[in-house]
């Protein structure tokens, strides 16, 4: 019995083998954008330098108990 294989499978097909092997033109993964998705304290802490942001974020509280000396 003969398969009669579509456009869609040729598409498929070409996307598979264009990743293997392609030296150059192999794709390269970056890493997560999703604050959610990244695991480690490292990578959390190099992100939140490239976008300028506090982490861990720190509340209001504990910002102030750090700039009153504690009384002894």
């Known amino acids: 019995m003969d398969e ?3 456009r869609a499978w ?3 097909k ?8 392609s030296g150059s033109t192999e794709i390269k993964w970056s890493s997560e ?4 998705l990244m695991y480690t304290r490292s990578e959390k802490l190099h992100r939140a330098k ?4 506090e ?3 720190r ?3 504990q910002t102030l ?7 002894e």
């Open 50 to 53: 490239q976008l300028g942001i």
């Open 4 to 6: 009669i294989r579509g």
């Open 55 to 57: 982490y861990p974020k």
């Open 33 to 36: 954008k999703n604050w959610k």
């Open 65 to 71: 108990d750090e700039e009153q000396p504690q009384d």
């Open 10 to 12: 040729r598409r498929s």
């Open 59 to 61: 509340t209001v509280r």
């Open 14 to 21: 070409s996307r598979t083998k264009s990743r293997i092997g």
